[in-house]
Every structure is written in structure tokens, then in C-alpha cells.
């Protein structure tokens, strides 16, 4: 006969938790209270004054062509990072899973990206393509290929996606690998053994199998890139040229820090808010529907 094991309330749960529960209210929940505030207030640059004005700068920004094109470049720039680094990732680890020997070195070797700050990759990657000194823009010049995303704010735009994605290539490919070889081996030999080449059986056994891993990425590489490139970008081109490469988090950033907007600073960063999490909610609503656990 089993018997119910019953523990007394205490504090002792209260106190485990507690450390966590003052993280988010110091660094989650009240900046974001103070964003929201601060979105309805008109301050001077030095915010010795403010005026309540309810929805003004909500106001202002849909009325800005400058904001309202930072939306369609996040969008594209989002889109491309997280497919990508989960694509490139993915092949990365289906690679890695069939090595037999120094499998560790080859792995070390592929993880060791991840560990290099946002703000270094886009310098390794500004040298690598600048248009006097950089190595690559000399080979294309080869192939006919004038590069200088100084100036050309397509150039500019593909850089920065490059730069980000190679970023987050390696934290991919970290839990494609572990999703991967947590497949049983059975399965996949079983397959093989029936005559499905290598292909089909990525196809149909491999990858849906690690789709709640796929579906877990897209959220993560999502965010990341409406968030984490700030680093990336601030270091490549400064949102230039012309505005090419500004998104929504470096917007926030260029009119609360150099143009002194601080309300209408705020209210971008609400903005970003509600739309990533409601680009979360959209995933976890209709995406997560087509995930196979």
C-alpha cells in the first residue's frame, strides 16, 4: 500500500523562488512600467520637464515614414536571420551526428562562435568586408563584384544578416545536435534497412522528430533577432546607410540616445514589446500546431 507523502506549507519554497521572482520584477517588470509611462510624456532632452499627452507619440509614429519603413527592414532582416542560421545549423549538426572520429573537435570547434560578443562579430565582419582593407570585397572585385556597404544599403542590409546569423549558428546547432542524437539508433537503421536513402530519411524520420526543438529555435532566433542584434549592427553600420539597415531596436535606440526623443523613444520600445510578444503568441497559436511531439 503506497503512502501519501504530505509536506507542510512553509517559506522555504517562498525563498527559492524569491531570488527569480526579483530578477523579473527589477529587470523586466518595472523598466517595462517605466517604458509604458514614459510613452505618454513629452520631455525635454535633458528631462527636466514633461507634459502628459496621452497617445502623441503613438501618434507621431504612424505618421513616421522613417518608423514606419524600420518595420518592413525588421521584418526581412528577422525573416532571414533565424532561416538562416536554423538552416545552415541544421545541416551543421546532421553533418556532426555521422562524424565517427574526433566527433568533440569538430563540435568544440563549431560551438566556439557563440562565445564571441555581438559587438566583435560585427567587427570580425567589418574587416573582413571592408572596401579598402577587407579580404573578401578583393575577390569579388574578381568576379565583378563592386562591394561597399558603406554606400549601398543593400550590401549593407546582407552584411548585417550575415554577421547575425553566423552569430547564432552555434547555439543552433547545440540543440539540433542533442535533438539529433536523441533519436534512437534503431529507428534510423530500421529505415535503412528498408531502402530509404540518406535523404528520406532526414526527411521522415530524422526531422519531424526534432521539430519541438525546430519550433523552440524559431521562437529563440526570432527574438533574437529583433533584440540581440542591436550589438551587430551599432558595430557594422550604424543603421546607415540612409536608414538601410535601421530596425526597430536600433530606432529605439538612435532617437532615446542621440536624438533625445526620450517619449517617443519609449513608445517604440512598447511597441517592440507588444510585437514580439505578439509574434510569440502567433507561434505558439498556429506553428506550434504542426509540431510532432
Not at 151 to 176: D, E, H, P, R, S
Not at 188 to 211: N, T
Not at 253 to 264: A, C, P, S, W
Not at 270 to 278: F, K, Q, R, S, T
Amino acid at each position: 500500500m503506497l503512502k501519501r507523502v504530505h509536506f507542510p506549507p512553509g517559506i522555504l519554497p517562498y525563498l527559492l523562488v524569491a531570488p527569480q521572482v526579483a530578477i523579473t520584477l527589477v529587470f523586466f517588470i518595472w523598466p517595462a512600467a517605466q517604458a509604458i509611462y514614459q510613452s505618454f510624456l513629452l520631455e525635454d532632452a535633458f528631462g527636466l520637464s514633461t507634459e502628459f499627452v496621452w497617445f502623441e507619440n503613438f501618434v507621431a509614429l504612424a505618421e513616421d515614414p522613417i518608423y514606419l519603413g524600420s518595420f518592413g527592414r525588421t521584418i526581412v532582416f528577422s525573416a532571414a536571420v533565424a532561416a538562416l542560421s536554423m538552416s545552415f545549423a541544421l545541416v551543421l549538426a546532421g553533418f556532426a551526428d555521422r562524424v565517427a572520429r574526433a566527433a568533440t573537435t569538430y563540435r568544440t570547434l563549431l560551438i566556439w562562435p557563440y562565445a564571441v560578443a555581438p559587438v566583435l562579430a560585427g567587427a570580425l565582419w567589418v574587416f573582413m568586408f571592408n572596401p579598402t582593407l577587407g579580404i573578401l570585397p578583393y575577390f569579388l572585385e574578381f568576379m565583378g563584384i563592386e562591394w561597399n556597404h558603406y554606400l549601398n544599403g543593400n550590401q549593407a542590409m546582407l552584411l548585417v544578416i550575415m554577421a547575425a546569423a553566423w552569430k547564432q549558428v552555434a547555439y543552433n546547432f547545440l540543440f539540433y545536435l542533442a535533438a539529433m542524437q536523441a533519436i534512437p539508433r534503431s529507428v534510423i537503421e530500421a529505415a535503412a534497412i528498408d531502402g530509404a536513402g540518406p535523404f528520406r530519411r532526414f526527411a521522415d524520420i530524422i526531422f519531424p522528430l526534432i521539430s519541438p526543438t525546430t519550433f523552440f529555435l524559431l521562437v529563440i532566433n526570432v527574438t533574437y533577432a529583433f533584440f540581440d542584434t542591436f550589438g551587430i549592427i551599432h558595430a557594422i553600420t550604424q543603421g546607415g546607410p540612409a536608414n538601410a539597415t535601421t530596425i526597430l531596436v536600433y530606432k529605439v535606440f538612435n532617437d532615446g540616445f542621440v536624438g533625445l526623443d526620450l517619449g517617443g523613444s519609449a513608445a517604440q520600445s512598447v511597441v517592440l514589446m507588444i510585437l514580439v510578444i505578439g509574434l510569440t503568441v502567433v507561434q505558439f497559436r498556429y506553428i506550434e500546431k504542426r509540431v510532432q511531439y
